[in-house]
């Protein structure tokens, strides 16, 4: 059981993630854009971040950044989960240590994704 | 002129006479075409006028060329942002239909999960159309990169057959897998297992109920050699050369309203001969398909793991 940031400024989506999380007995923050992430991450930082990469304002990858530039996160694992399929948007993401899902995700391959980024914070 | 090159090669070889004629596009000199002559010449106004008209030709030409290839690459950004825009919404019906179908099962009743599985079929086959267009986009916009490793021919065969199973049961066709032993081969396991995938599912397809789709695999001469071969519907002989083309359809898969869109057999076609390969067809209508691809034994590479291959 972890604490779980996911951020995605498509609200259906965040609840969709937010319900796989909870039946899999984590407990989920939720954020509709970089901003409210970074607001709702300052008090009490998360284990894993669950990440949209096209949003609004602040993009997945600039607050993926911006979260690890933070005190208690330098080293938070980021999950990406993006509707951007091509190669190098891929390497893009997992040029910052990250994981990367594209969406539409299969719900067994999230959970893949949070235990090994809860056992192993990098992507080798 | 400028450099040094032109007054040196004239004393290395002992050239006479230079003419140099601009190459020019939208005002702008693009490039510049020279000529020498050993022996000196006379200035030829008439020269001069036809090699500056053709400078000009080529300047249009290249210019033509550079905003055919703005144009595509316009296109793959187009097309990269409408797969976004599919795909988000496309996650949440694909992703809440999945967390109802896996309710416990007498909260559905069979009738409604029926429903919601064929809303889910239908949600996957969108996807797939939007994976096929942004492919094809791509493939305009300059190539298809490839990642080499070695690969296990059979077990790709395999993979795609299971996935087509389901399918095929409730067709009640035969599916069959019949192959020599291969040595490993050297390719992009996840693009050769899409042509499978495209080319089982087709002879799915078009097969009609209690039919037989057979895959087999072996090496010809050292050419490694696939065959998807079905008792399908079949393609009239004067549309088979057309059959690779995209968004081309056969008559017979129209007049049986047989789904699709046309571009599975391009996106084979470009993923077999990004590995060197070739594909064919022989059919005959009502009594079935073969499609067949041959990959010659790749030439002895460097270790690189991956390379960039034009489309």
Redesign the interface.
């Known amino acids: 059981m972890a604490r779980i940031l996911v951020v995605d400024d498509?609200p259906?989506?965040v609840n969709?993630v937010n319900?796989?999380l909870r039946k899999q007995g984590h407990k989920v923050v939720m954020a509709g854009s970089g901003a409210e992430a970074l607001a709702v991450t300052s008090e009490d930082p998360p284990d894993v971040a669950v990440l949209d990469v096209?949003m609004p304002g602040l993009s997945g990858l600039e607050l993926c950044r911006l979260l690890r530039g933070s005190e208690g996160m330098t080293d938070l694992p980021v999950i990406f989960l993006s509707?951007?399929?091509?190669?190098e948007d891929i390497e893009a993401g997992k040029s910052l240590g990250a994981r990367y899902l594209?969406?539409?995700?299969v719900?067994s391959a999230l959970f893949d994704a949070v235990n090994s980024s809860l056992k192993a914070p990098d992507e080798p | 002129m400028k450099g040094g090159l032109w007054p040196q090669l004239a004393e290395d070889i002992a050239l006479s006479a230079v003419l140099a004629l601009p190459i020019v596009g939208d005002g702008n000199v693009l490039g510049v075409i020279v000529l020498f002559h050993r022996a000196a010449q006379m200035r030829d106004a008439s020269l001069i006028s036809t090699l500056s008209i053709m400078g000009n030709q080529i300047g249009h030409w290249l210019q033509r060329k550079h905003s055919e290839s703005e144009a595509d690459k316009q296109k793959g950004e187009f097309f990269a942002l409408v797969s976004h825009e599919l795909r988000t919404p496309l996650t949440s019906i694909v992703g809440y239909l999945d967390l109802i179908l896996e309710a416990e099962a007498d909260a559905l009743g069979d009738e409604l999960r029926d429903y919601l599985v064929t809303v889910d079929r239908n949600a996957k086959r969108l996807l797939s159309l939007v994976a096929d267009l942004l492919f094809v986009a791509r493939l305009d916009e300059g190539g298809l990169p490839l990642e080499f490793k070695d690969l296990d021919f059979v077990r790709l065969a395999e993979e795609a057959l299971e996935a087509a199973r389901p399918m095929a049961e409730s067709k009640r066709l035969t599916l069959e897998l019949s192959s020599q032993a291969l040595a490993p081969y050297r390719g992009d396991a996840q693009r050769l297992g899409q042509t499978f995938d495209n080319l089982i599912s087709n002879a799915v397809k078009f097969t009609p109920t209690g039919g037989r789709v057979e895959v087999r695999l072996g090496v010809d001469d050292g050419v490694l050699v696939v065959e998807v071969q079905d008792t399908g519907i079949g393609i009239p002989s004067t549309e088979q050369g057309h059959l690779f083309e995209r968004f081309f359809r056969a008559s017979t898969a129209t007049h049986e309203a047989i789904p699709g869109v046309g571009l599975g057999l391009t996106i084979v076609k470009a993923i077999v001969e990004a590995h060197g390969g070739s594909t064919s067809v022989s059919s005959e209508v009502g009594e079935g398909t073969t499609f067949r691809l041959a990959f010659p034994p790749p030439p002895a590479r460097d270790e690189e793991g991956g390379s960039e291959v034009a489309a």
């Open positions: 498509d259906d989506i969709l319900i796989r096209s509707a951007r399929v091509l190669p594209t969406k539409p995700f719900a």
